[in-house]
């Protein structure tokens, strides 16, 4: 991987975690009985932005769509986890 991939895999990982991290906090302060739907919709949201750059840059370019299949993979891997955390608040 070239830096300038490298870079930009730091920026995407970057990017998702601080979206993550806000739509949780958000989550946990509001703390009402839509704050769960709240977090599914936006985190599901996330999810079709980083599969839709996924997809564009997997017709145009290969090595830059590994970055966001990776991102998505993670993002996938953590969701489960994170809304078992955001329920039992």
């Known amino acids: 991987m070239r830096s300038n991939n490298k870079i930009h895999a ?3 990982i970057l990017i998702n975690l601080i979206v993550v991290t806000f739509v949780v906090t958000i989550t ?9 739907a709240v977090f599914i919709f936006y985190y599901l949201f996330l999810l079709i932005v980083n599969l839709v750059l ?18 998505l993979l993670g993002l ?3 969701f489960a986890p994170l809304t078992i955390f ?4």
């Open 28 to 36: 946990i302060k509001t703390n009402s009985d839509k704050s769960y």
């Open 86 to 89: 955001i329920s039992n608040i």
């Open 76 to 78: 996938l891997l953590i």
């Open 54 to 71: 996924f997809l564009i840059l997997q017709m145009f370019n290969k090595k830059e769509a590994k970055i966001y299949r990776t991102t």
């Open 10 to 12: 730091f920026a995407a």
